[in-house]
């Protein structure tokens, strides 16, 4: 990938950002050389800002920050595509898009995502960055302690309260793969391995 920054003058090239599940187009922002370096670094996506005349972390204030899957250049290798799971709202209006779309898709993954961004960018107010902080061994009590839940409620015949440990029980367990180093994914290709023998 080599984009051609020289074919603007002032050096600034457009980025499209694609939600990389949905296919939904988030935004469009700009990026200087130097921008771009530092994205592909971070695995965030910076802009450069036109209206600060600074580099631009999207989701520097209100932590929604923009993850990136891929990259690509355009055929004429003037435009950018950035394919990103977003950690949240993408427009400052607090819409899914800048385009006032919605973007209505969740996913384990989207969850993933979301627990990746607390694990690397801790926040006071997050509980998910509280059980990071708290280390593995309170990370592992806890899904113990919501699998035990999850047995006690499977006796009785309360749905909401079931499913409501079910997902408590899926939250915390996703957050100790993140601590342990390992990813749904990972799971999922040994599962694939046991279904294809």
């Given at each position: 990938?080599?984009?051609?920054?020289?074919?603007?003058?002032?050096?600034?090239?457009?980025?499209?950002?694609?939600?990389?599940?949905?296919?939904?187009?988030?935004?469009?922002?700009?990026?200087?050389?130097?921008a771009l370096q530092k994205t592909e670094a971070?695995?965030?996506?910076?802009?450069f800002s036109r209206s600060k005349q600074r580099?631009?972390?999207?989701?520097?204030?209100?932590?929604?920050?923009?993850?990136?899957?891929?990259?690509?250049?355009?055929?004429?290798?003037?435009?950018?595509?950035?394919?990103?799971?977003?950690?949240?709202?993408?427009?400052?209006?607090g819409a899914d898009t800048c385009f006032n779309?919605?973007?209505?898709?969740?996913?384990?993954?989207?969850?993933?995502?979301?627990?990746?961004?607390?694990?690397?960018?801790?926040?006071?107010?997050?509980?998910?960055?509280?059980?990071?902080?708290?280390?593995?061994?309170?990370?592992?009590?806890?899904?113990?302690?919501?699998?035990?839940?999850?047995?006690?409620?499977?006796?009785?015949?309360?749905?909401?309260?079931?499913?409501?440990?079910?997902?408590?029980?899926?939250?915390?367990?996703?957050?100790?793969?993140?601590?342990?180093?390992?990813?749904?994914?990972?799971?999922?290709?040994?599962?694939?391995?046991?279904?294809?023998?």
């Open positions: 990938m080599n984009p051609d920054f020289s074919k603007y003058t002032d050096g600034l090239i457009p980025v499209i950002i694609q939600d990389n599940i949905t296919g939904k187009v988030l935004m469009l922002g700009f990026m200087n050389e130097e971070e695995g965030i996506v910076i802009f580099l631009w972390t999207k989701g520097e204030t209100s932590g929604n920050y923009l993850n990136v899957k891929e990259i690509l250049c355009d055929c004429d290798s003037d435009t950018l595509l950035i394919k990103a799971s977003p950690c949240g709202p993408v427009c400052h209006t779309e919605k973007n209505p898709s969740f996913s384990l993954q989207k969850l993933e995502e979301v627990i990746i961004n607390r694990r690397n960018h801790p926040a006071e107010t997050s509980y998910t960055s509280s059980l990071f902080a708290k280390g593995i061994n309170k990370i592992a009590q806890k899904v113990g302690e919501e699998a035990v839940e999850l047995v006690i409620e499977s006796k009785d015949d309360d749905e909401e309260k079931f499913l409501g440990e079910a997902a408590d029980l899926l939250f915390h367990y996703l957050v100790l793969l993140q601590a342990k180093g390992f990813q749904l994914d990972d799971v999922i290709n040994v599962l694939r391995k046991r279904h294809n023998k």
